[in-house]
C-alpha cells in the first residue's frame, strides 16, 4: 500500500496525471467530488485501515494542509509519495480557461493558491518526492533534487 499526495495549483496538471498514471491502481481522493474536507479525511482514514493505495488528488498548497495526512500515514507504516507540480501560472490560467463548469475556477482563485504555495521538503515526512511537469511531449517525472 502507498499513498501519493500531488502538490500543485489549479490547472497544474494534477487530475490528468492521475488518470493518466495512477486510475487503474489507486483510489483518487479529490475534494471537489466529495465536497468537504472531513469527507475527505474520512475517505483517506478508511483507506489506511483497509490498506487502499490513494491518491490525495487535490492542491495540498501548504504544509499546514499536509501535516495531518502525512501524519495519519505515518503512524500506520505507509509508503508516503509527494509529487509537486510546476506552476507556471501563466500556463495553469490558460489550462483553466478551457475548463467548464464547476471544475473552471476564477483567475482570483488560481492565484490565490500560486500566492500560497509551499515547497514539500523531505523533513515533511515524504517517502519520496517528485517534480512533475507538463511538456509538449507529455507529462514528466523527475526525482526532487533533495535527498530524502
Known sequence: MEVIMFIGIPGSGKS????ERFAATHLRINRDMLGTRHREHSLFRWCLDHEQSCVLDNTNTTRAIREPLLQAALEKGVKFKGYFFQSRIRECLERNRLRTGAAKLPDLAVRDHHARIELPTPTEGFTS??????????ILTEPWLHEI
Open 16 to 19: 490528468t496525471f492521475y488518470f
Open 129 to 138: 518526492l517528485h517534480f512533475v511537469r507538463l511538456t509538449a511531449e507529455g
